[in-house]
Structures are given as structure tokens and as C-alpha cells.
């Protein structure tokens, strides 16, 4: 049964869509291009500066999209625009779809994902799970994440002096602090990395029936194992955000598991890419990393910068709720951010990397309005202390190999970074 309304939700969704793209990106449809052609994915940015050049928004028969920083910023920013693809199922196929999902499967795409809810429900439930995030609250967190820092780049000094970024200390930090902060024992570490890396794909459009399959019992089994964790919270709660919210006794079962998922995943998923884009960025750009060496102060502006070129999540999509001056009622417009980061007509020389940008944080990496990122000061606190801990930590630190890229359709990043440590400095030389 579960494999039959699988099959139906993903031949809807992602099937049938994803064939008309990926037929539409093969004759150089330009839209389609952007969200399906390989080529493209592996360095998007060309095809975005052409696509802007055909106008603010552009079209195909079945998805509009927008690399125009001022349309992208409008949009996000617009009540009249929902997130998600079906905010209200109008065709009878996508309420087919929406009635046959399973709630056991229900991944970070769909309701009640605080990502694909509208007001008032997002509002209610964005008021209770924001008071986790605030600056005072993100700001209290410092000291363990260094500590957590501090833990990973012992066992990387201990250890040979190759190793891969991603594996031993991008993806471990992030995952560590978001579990410390939700509540989640660190055993089960590695289990959530494999389930995130997994339930990931399933934002994507266009997904392949074997992905959609792996995300789907990635997101069944994330969503069974939170589901007795929040029993057990219930009856011994922590001190942690999950049992707060589970003791405020005001989200539905759905809503709790959904915000928990949602938060393990946005939590780390997005974190490794910045800090692994970071590194890459960095050690490419010599002279800019000697320069933070020489005045750390310059580190916030520069993680501003690496959001601003290298966008971990390079895309999101609205649907019209009503008409609009950039598309008609019911209508889906695909935002491309890693484009509006590279507009011209807001940052000069774009394709530049550059931490002494003045204006880089007129970014949108981390979205606009009501669905602006929730733990963006958490993951730019989290990126400054991973980053300056490494660098202090191994001043000769260098690519050992090529990067790989990894990542999905919406999410960039790299999936193997090898490094090597050169000569490092003890933790006492550092104090000293
Ligand atoms: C570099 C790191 C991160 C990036 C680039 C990023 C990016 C984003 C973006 C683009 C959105 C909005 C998507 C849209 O408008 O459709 C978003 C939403 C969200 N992010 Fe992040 N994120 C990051 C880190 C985090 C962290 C560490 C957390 C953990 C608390 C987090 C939690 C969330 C949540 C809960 C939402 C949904 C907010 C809502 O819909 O109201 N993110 N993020």
C-alpha cells in the first residue's frame, strides 16, 4: 500500500513534471535548463546572468523563474506569494497527490513544514519555535560550539595529515550543535547525517523515482524514530527546544515531528555546505585568508561574502496566490537565489569573489520575510568559529586533491573537500 501511494505521489509531483523538464532543458529551454541540465548544475551561474538577460522573469509552459535580485527580494517578501509548490491544490491531479500522502512520510517540503505553511499557522508556529533563535539565545551557544570545534580538531590532529573536510569536521560540527540543541543524544550523530543527506533530495524538482524512494524511507524512518523520542521527551523531558515545545502542549503531534525534522535538517544540511564552500573559497583566495589572518575582524563580512558567491541553497519557489505584476494567479515562480546573489545591478563585479564587499550582505541566502531563515544567526556564528578554529589550528593548511561537488538540485555544496594539515599548532601554542 505504502509503495502504491508512493508511486502516485511521485508520478504526480516529481514524474511527470520532471520529464516535461528534463525534455524542455534537452531543446535549451532556458528555465528548464537551470533546475535540470547537469552541465548547468555543476556551474550554474553563466546559465543564470543569460536567463536574467532575457528579462526580470521568464518563462516556460509549465514554471516561471526570476535571477533578478530586486524581483527574487519582492517576491520573498510578498504575502500575495506562498511557499511551496501547492500552497492549494488546483489541478486535480495535485489533489489527487495531496490526498495520497502518506502523514508518515511527509518531508520538509510539505505542510506542516513551517517552509510550506502559510499565515496563520506559520505565524503560530514560528512564534513558539523562534524563542530558540533569538540573538540572545544563538549567543549562548558560543562557548559549546567551540568546545565542539575544539573536539573535532584534536581527533583531526591526532589522526594522518590528509584528511576530507566534510567528513571529519564540516558535516560533524553542525550536526553535533543543532542535536545538542534539540535534544538528540549524540550516538545517533551519524544516522541523522545519512537521513539528511537522504530526505534532502526530496526538495528537489524533478526527482528520479530511485531518489524519491530513498528519500521517502529516509523521511518514514527520521519521522518513527522522532516520533518515540518525543514520547519519551514527553514523559522525561530535557532541557532542550524539543521538550519545550513538547511541554508547551500547543503543536499537534504532526506539527512537533515536522518541526523537529525540519530543524535537524535545515540545522546541518545547509552549515556543512557553507563552511566546506568556505574553505574552498578560501584557500583559493591566498591573499584574502592572509588578510583575515591579519585582522579578524574581517570574518563576519567574509562569511557574508561566501553566502553571497557560493549559495548553499541556491533555489526556492512560490506559488501566486493571487495576480501579480510578475505572474498570474496560481502560478509558480522558481527563485533563483544563487542568481539574485550574482545580480550586477546590485553587486559590483559579481562574479568576484571579494570579503571586503561592502554590500554582501544584501544577499538572500538565507531567503526573505515571513520564511527568512530561522537559524541564520545560528549558522553564522557556527561558520566563524568553525572557520577561524581551523585555520588557527593548521596555518598550513592546504587542498591535498580536487574537490568534489556533491549536494542536490537546491542544495550546493561540496561532498569531499581533502585537505592536508601541513604543520599544526598544539592547543597551548594557541593560547599562548
Ligand atoms: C548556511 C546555513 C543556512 C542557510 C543558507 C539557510 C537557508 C535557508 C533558506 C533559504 C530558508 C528559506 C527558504 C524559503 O524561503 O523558501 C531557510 C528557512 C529555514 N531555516 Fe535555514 N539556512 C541555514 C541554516 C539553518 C540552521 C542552522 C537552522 C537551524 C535552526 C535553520 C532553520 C531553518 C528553518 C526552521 C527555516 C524555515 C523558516 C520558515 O519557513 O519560517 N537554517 N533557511
Request: with cysteine; hydrophobic share 45%; charged share 20%.
Amino acid at each position: 500500500m505504502n509503495h502504491a501511494r508512493s508511486a502516485l505521489v511521485w508520478g504526480i509531483r516529481y514524474g511527470i513534471p520532471g520529464a516535461a523538464i528534463h525534455f524542455a532543458a534537452r531543446r535549451g529551454d532556458p528555465v528548464a535548463r537551470v533546475i535540470a541540465d547537469p552541465t548547468v548544475l555543476a556551474d550554474p551561474f553563466d546559465a543564470y546572468d543569460r536567463l536574467r538577460s532575457r528579462g526580470p522573469v521568464v518563462a516556460n509552459r509549465m514554471v516561471n523563474a526570476t535571477a533578478s535580485h530586486s524581483v527574487a527580494n519582492a517576491v520573498l517578501r510578498d504575502e500575495r506569494f506562498l511557499g511551496g509548490p501547492t500552497p492549494a491544490p488546483t489541478t486535480w491531479l495535485s489533489r489527487i497527490a495531496a490526498a495520497a500522502v502518506d502523514p508518515a512520510a511527509i518531508g520538509p517540503g510539505e505542510p506542516p513544514s513551517l517552509l510550506a505553511i502559510h499565515p496563520p499557522d506559520h505565524t503560530r508556529l514560528r512564534g513558539l519555535v523562534s524563542k530558540a533563535f533569538t540573538p540572545r539565545a544563538v549567543a549562548a551557544y558560543a562557548d559549546r560550539i567551540r568546545e565542539i570545534a575544539d573536539t573535532l580538531l584534536d581527533d583531526i590532529a591526532n589522526g594522518p595529515t590528509t584528511f576530507d573536510l566534510i567528513d571529519t569536521y564540516a558535516s560533524r560540527l553542525p550536526v553535533t550543535v543543532i542535536a545538542d540543541i534539540i535534544g538528540v543524544p549524540v550516538e545517533n550523530h551519524a544516522q541523522f547525517l545519512d537521513w539528511g543527506d537522504k530526505a534532502a533530495t526530496s526538495l528537489d524538482p524533478g526527482m528520479t523515482w530511485r531518489e524519491y524512494r530513498v528519500a521517502d524511507r529516509a523521511i518514514r524512518e527520521s519521522g518513527a524514530w522522532l516520533t518515540a523520542h518525543i514520547a519519551d521527551l514527553r514523559r522525561s523531558p530535557g532541557t532542550d527546544v524539543l521538550s519545550k515545545l513538547v511541554q508547551l502542549d500547543q503543536l499537534t503531534e504532526l506539527e512537533l515531528r515536522s518541526t523537529a525534522q525540519l530543524l535537524l535538517g535545515a540545522g546541518f544540511e545547509t552549515t556543512v555546505k557553507l563552511i566546506g564552500n568556505a574553505v574552498a573559497l578560501l584557500l583559493r583566495h591566498p591573499d584574502q585568508l592572509a588578510a583575515l589572518r591579519a585582522d579578524p575582524s574581517g570574518w563576519d563580512n567574509a562569511i557574508e561574502e561566501v553566502l553571497r558567491f557560493d549559495t548553499p541553497v541556491q533555489m526556492t519557489l512560490r506559488t501566486a496566490n493571487t495576480e501579480t505584476e510578475h505572474v498570474p494567479a496560481g502560478q509558480s515562480l522558481i527563485v533563483l537565489i544563487g542568481g539574485a546573489n550574482r545580480d550586477s545591478a546590485v553587486f559590483d563585479e559579481p562574479h568576484r569573489f571579494d570579503i571586503t564587499r561592502t554590500n554582501a550582505r544584501d544577499h538572500l541566502a538565507f531567503s526573505a520575510g515571513i520564511h527568512y531563515c530561522l537559524g541564520a544567526q545560528l549558522a553564522r556564528l557556527e561558520s566563524v568559529i568553525a572557520l577561524r578554529a581551523l585555520f588557527d589550528r593548521f596555518p598550513n593548511l592546504a587542498l591535498d586533491g580536487t574537490p568534489a561537488r556533491g549536494g542536490t538540485r537546491v542544495l550546493r555544496g561540496y561532498k569531499h573537500l581533502p585537505l592536508r594539515t601541513g604543520v599544526g599548532v598544539t592547543q597551548d601554542q594557541l593560547a599562548g
